[in-house]
Nanobody
């Protein structure tokens, strides 16, 4: 089993940047995909980005493509958030999946392990 702990959230002004970190411990070799999701107040949790463990292929939601970057370094997965907007305000969650399913990549169902989340607030 994999344990995930997020960090790096905070308050930032529109146009600013943040870097979120997800530290993984336990059986990290079993994770084929790592992903970030987010949940804004009053909304359902939504897919943000994912990275494939075997070749670092990346996948993004249309709403963040070109502004956010997901990358890995050893047992940590990062999400770089640039050009932040008020609508990016949310709790950001790290997730891990052992088995890849193309149809489920952007859904919560594919991911077995989740972190507790880190809050990002974009406000002037």
């Amino acid at each position: 089993q994999v344990q995930l702990v997020e960090s790096g959230g905070g308050l930032v002004k529109p146009g600013g940047s943040l870097r979120l970190s997800c530290a993984a411990s336990g059986r990290t070799s079993s994770s084929s995909f790592m992903a970030w999701f987010r949940q804004a107040p009053g909304k359902e949790r939504e897919f943000v980005a994912a990275i494939k463990g075997s070749d670092n292929s990346t996948y993004y939601a249309d709403s963040v493509r070109g502004r956010f970057t997901i990358f890995r370094d050893h047992a940590k997965t990062f999400l770089r958030l640039n050009s932040l907007k008020a609508e990016d305000t949310a709790v950001y969650y790290c997730a891990a999946a052992a088995i890849y399913s193309p149809l489920l990549l952007t859904t919560e169902e594919m991911y077995e392990q989740w972190g507790q989340g880190t809050q990002v607030i974009v406000s002037s």
